[in-house]
DNA sequence: TTGTATGCGTTATCAG
DNA sequence: CTGATAACGCATACAA
């Protein structure tokens, strides 16, 4: 067994005095081989520190053994981005299988995959960042490669696992309601995305059931500014106790706002926001918000697409619920610091 | 030229009438190949849409077209890791490289490195998260694989590209002083961590420059609680009129203790960060900060890394400097209206 | 300038 | 149960 180079199949088969083809059986477990000669197999594939190519695994079965991945193409921070890529990672690890990233280079968001497809150098890809009627869905659709969604897809048969925003923003609506609040009031994004349609739709169902005015509603960009300064108007119009918002950047700019306005936060007027940022329990008052589960996101999807690469037929859609972490923007900062039990953060290390 | 199947270089050898050799020429450029034939056989590559298979390419080539990093494991959200990976895969892809994606099992730091090796997995690696004699610099270069590292690395010859920690809390030291504050003081993570002994290197360096008291330190991990409730002691021990914090979250811990200490950041106290999270811009008052140029970092990283690859020898490491964010903490809540001219986001949408 | 033949490391098919 | 051998798609000497 020469020294510098990666040891071959053959090497172990010299090794282990018998063919090729012997060892293989034993690697890939497809045909049956005697206890004693597998045995050798295995204790010189030790010695040799053998792992089949993934190249040469590759070619004859058509193949990659590869996961693709395009990286959103938001300029903006993304902190729920790791969790879910460790995730994806490490779920796929488990099927024997790696993860190819990419990114898209101009506006063509088909473009990269296509690319990818025509070199073979992915067996499936994990999407995410979803909105209505993504065209990336009908091409891989078309093609019939196989590919799972973070993200809803009207059509049921594609695997798709989204977090249940409607459900989430609920979860914050019945939090403030036991809490007592009657005048609540929900800064959403503007119509027509995915996300912020859902979310506003949670809230709006919730309010009418419960007997509230489902009509106090100001919508904004995703903005820390323009949130911050949309507070004096809305406090004159709808005059609320509480405020769900469609997202943490939101929800933070409404903080800022209504201590501009000379409010205490958690003491006079209760905030919610959603996803769960890093800086949503970085400020005072920290925030109350809605946790997506990135891990289970990340995992489930890539259960099902292994389950329809290996031929199973994977569930299409499902829903996970976010989880409601209270904190002193809705409960105070005294009650907050009996709850609390937040694990220290080193954020900013790679 | 069959249908379902992807184009092989003898269905475009076919289409072109010529053999695979010379369509193999035209795509490598290697031999000089008549412009006639040329033109007929880019024509054939163009109608079939070929691209050669990344794991056909690889066996007689000897190498993967991969490049692999690892996730780092680090249970808390790290904000600039989308940033960071977007440019090295845009980096690699422009060198005909792609990025595998993996993760660490268990606690042994270089198994999956030897893992994807022994599996001829990828061609070099690009690390982040180095510290003090990094056991991974160490495997990878005894066996000659080619790396870059994100962070210092002792041995010259090592690629490395890092921020300059020390010239970043320079810069915020600077600023205070010029703005006429004397009593600046340093809080900062136990001795011990790369990144925590850079930055503090430069406070104390420059502390000694201007005569300021290169004393007024104090030192805890890198937790918001624990930072929040430091301020008081720090308060009476110090009496700093602007503390320099070695990272946001302990800057954002010691704002909020300021607040509950009755004072006005920003206004009656000065107060910096490190790292530019997302939460530096979207707290009131917001937090001055450095930014890490992670698009350089990696793009940087990766130019190097296939330099060496393809033999040219590049340089070893290298710094760059981060960039002094200028907010609220630091000159007050009206001067930095004037400045501010942050752009929307959107984060927590994947 | 172009075509032919061989090998890259595996797996799978088929004899033995 | 085990061993020889033909693919897999491509690159590259070498021959023409």
Not at 28 to 33: C, D, L
Not at 240 to 268: I, K, Y
């Amino acid at each position: 067994m020469p020294s510098g180079r990666r040891p071959t199949i053959q090497d172990v088969a010299n090794h282990a005095g018998v063919s090729m083809a012997t060892v293989s059986n034993v690697v890939n477990g497809h045909a049956h081989v005697r206890d004693g000669t597998k045995k050798r197999v295995l204790e010189a594939i030790d010695a040799l520190g053998y792992q089949a190519s993934r190249a040469a695994r590759s070619l004859p079965a058509g193949r990659t053994f590869l996961l693709g991945y395009c990286l959103p193409d938001d300029t903006s921070p993304n902190a729920a981005l790791d969790v879910f890529l460790h995730h994806v990672v490490s779920t796929a690890a488990r099927a024997d299988l790696e993860v190819l990233l990419f990114t898209q280079k101009d506006l063509d968001k088909v473009q990269p995959y296509a690319e990818i497809l025509q070199r073979g150098g992915a067996d499936g890809f994990v999407l995410s960042g979803i909105d209505y009627n993504d065209t990336r869905v009908d091409f891989l659709e078309q093609r019939g490669i196989p590919f799972a969604c973070f993200g809803r897809v009207a059509d049921e048969s594609v695997i798709s696992v989204d977090v249940d925003g409607a459900a989430g923003i609920q979860a914050a609506v019945s939090h403030l309601h036991s809490l007592g609040h009657e005048r609540i009031a929900f800064v959403g994004w503007p119509e027509g995305s995915a996300t912020g349609d859902d979310r506003f739709d949670g809230f709006s169902t919730l309010a009418i059931a419960l007997g509230l005015d489902p009509q106090r509603v100001v919508r904004t960009l995703n903005d820390f500014d323009l949130a911050r300064k949309l507070v004096p108007a809305l406090l004159s119009d709808h005059r609320p106790s509480a405020v769900v918002c469609v997202s943490d950047t939101v929800a933070l700019g409404v903080l800022a706002g209504l201590r501009d306005e000379g409010l205490t936060p958690g003491g006079q007027i209760a905030v919610t926001g959603f996803d769960d940022v890093p800086a949503a329990s970085l400020c005072a008052p920290s925030l109350t918000s809605l946790r997506q589960p990135m891990d289970r996101v990340g995992a489930l999807l890539v259960e099902r697409l292994v389950a329809r690469l290996t031929g199973e037929d994977a569930p299409g859609s499902e829903l996970v619920e976010p989880d409601l972490i209270v904190r002193e923007s809705t409960i105070g900062a005294s009650e907050a610091a009996l709850a609390d039990e937040s694990p220290p953060t080193q954020e900013g290390i790679l």
